[in-house]
């Protein structure tokens, strides 16, 4: 099984564990120690930075994929993708909250954070962890909550996966779910200077039950880029449209709006780009028989927006893109927006430390599998540099889930007053730095 960026199947691993259950990860750990090889978890392969393969041993938990539910508790295995859970919760009631993306696996996306349209009414998808089942650096299996091993718990919340043990399975708080109404609309390039800094505002401000981004992105061959605002609101389209009414009074109308109100798996197949698909077509193709979706180059870098960009930080966002157009090439920034149940948890309650946050920012350029190597460094060029002149308008802090191979001072920007604690729960439960690839969490 390769990864989900194409540019990591030139890493070739030793071997790869096809673990079936919890005592398969053990004695395969033990077997990679005992012969001195390097090993990663791998769960859904969507790491940025390709830290899910290795030239050792790779732990793959895709087979361990069951997801179950019990009143309002999830049990999940640590392989499953998140449109199993999609598929799996929704029809017993419940969902836990995540990502949209359907071929993200569950344990890269609940260690370090995850972000999602339920996030502001629900939290993060790590703080809905209430356990954890975990193979540790010297092959124990333990189990991680809040009254066992419970500093491995908090660092499980947000650290960050890779870092402290090879997770087998997760138990979630489960919510019950309703309806969701979902929208979309557009507004014309020219207006843009006002309605990025207007979502912003209306975004952070807005009931928990509504979620919404504001996407730019170029439009190679058009005339200009595209700008978008998209949402989703727990709850009746009715209200939906009072919420969204707001926003377009302070701008006045969009070019285009839609509307839809779906129950709740629906709209998670929606947001997933899966509409009509089937659960089995709506995995990557070669990984799942009937999987129909491509693998992706994706060059990513984030931000974390704890205060609005300013005018000068709004011109340098629209410059990026204006530039990117001017080049004919791919490339966007997705803000999502946090806020609500997210910020409500103190920043040293769980290794999850971005607390304050209105908004996040995803700067990205993605390419089909074979696109030639100097295409990729010229959008890398231009990515670099656009994000560099981006520095003075935003916190400093990045997304640890988008995480990012050339950030020079990620400790800092992924764990802030949380690295200190991290650090000391590695020395416990990692003394030799088994765990250790290029921004695993380091020793004290
Ligand atoms: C197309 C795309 C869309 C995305 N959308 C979202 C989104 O909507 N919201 C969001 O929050 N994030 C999103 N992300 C980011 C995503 O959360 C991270 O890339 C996440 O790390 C992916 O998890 P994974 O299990 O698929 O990856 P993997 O590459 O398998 O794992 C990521 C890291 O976790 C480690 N790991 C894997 N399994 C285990 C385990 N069982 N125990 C311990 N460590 C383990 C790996 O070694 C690696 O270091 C997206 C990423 C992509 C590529």
Redesign the pocket.
């Known amino acids: 099984m390769q990864?989900?960026?194409p540019v990591y199947d030139t890493i070739r691993p030793e071997g790869i564990a096809y673990c079936a259950n919890t005592s398969d990860v053990a004695r395969s750990l033990t077997f990679a120690r005992e012969h001195g090889l390097p090993l990663?978890?791998?769960?859904?392969?969507?790491?940025?930075a390709g830290?899910?393969t290795t030239t050792g041993l790779v732990i793959d938990?895709s087979l361990m994929s069951q997801v179950t539910a019990k009143g309002d508790t999830a049990v999940v295995g640590?392989?499953a993708r998140l449109i199993d859970i999609y598929s799996a919760l929704p029809p017993q009631g419940v969902s836990i909250p995540?990502?949209?993306?359907p071929?993200?696996?569950?344990?890269?996306?609940a260690?370090?954070?995850?972000?999602?349209v339920v996030g502001r009414l629900h939290g993060l998808?790590s703080d809905n962890i209430i356990g954890l089942t975990?193979v540790t650096a010297d092959g124990r299996v333990v189990a991680a909550n809040a009254a066992t091993n419970s500093d491995l718990f908090w660092a499980c919340r947000g650290g960050?996966?890779?870092?402290?043990?090879?997770?087998?399975a997760f138990q979630f708080s489960a919510f019950p779910v309703g309806q969701v109404s979902l929208f979309g609309l557009r507004w014309p390039w020219s207006a843009a200077a006002e309605v990025l800094p207007a979502w912003l505002e209306w975004s952070s401000a807005s009931p928990d039950p509504m979620w919404s981004n504001c996407l730019l992105q170029t439009a190679p061959g058009a005339l200009a880029p595209v700008l978008s605002v998209g949402g989703a609101w727990v709850g009746n389209v009715a209200d939906a449209k009072a919420q969204v009414a707001a926003l377009i009074g302070t701008l006045g109308p969009p070019t285009s709006q839609a509307y839809g109100q779906h129950d709740y798996e629906e709209a998670m197949y929606i947001e997933a780009g899966c509409r009509g698909l089937t659960q089995a077509a709506c995995h990557l193709a070669g990984k799942s028989s009937g999987g129909t979706l491509a693998r992706?180059i994706?060059l990513?870098k984030s931000d974390i927006l704890n205060a609005p960009l300013g005018d000068a930080g709004v011109q340098a966002v629209l410059a990026g893109i204006q530039d990117r157009q001017g080049q004919g090439g791919m490339g966007a920034v997705a803000y999502d927006s946090w806020g609500g149940a997210i910020n409500r948890v103190p920043a040293n309650a769980t290794a999850f430390v971005h607390r304050k946050a209105l908004a996040s920012a995803q700067y990205d350029a993605t390419f089909p599998a074979g696109t030639p190597p100097s295409t990729l460094r010229a959008a890398e060029t231009w990515l670099d540099s656009w994000y560099a002149t981006l520095r003075p308008f935003v916190s400093g802090e990045a997304?640890q889930?988008?995480?990012d191979p050339s950030l020079a001072n990620w400790q800092q920007a992924y764990y802030g007053a949380n690295l200190d604690r991290l650090e000391q729960v590695k020395a416990k439960w990692d003394p030799d730095d088994v765990?250790h690839?290029a921004q695993s969490i380091p020793l004290p």
């Open positions: 990864l989900y960026d990663t978890a791998r769960s859904g392969g969507h790491s940025y830290y899910s938990l640590a392989g995540g990502g949209s993306c071929s993200v696996g569950i344990s890269g996306l260690l370090g954070g995850g972000i999602g998808t975990v960050g996966g890779g870092n402290f043990g090879v997770v087998t992706t994706t990513a997304y889930n988008y995480i765990f690839f």
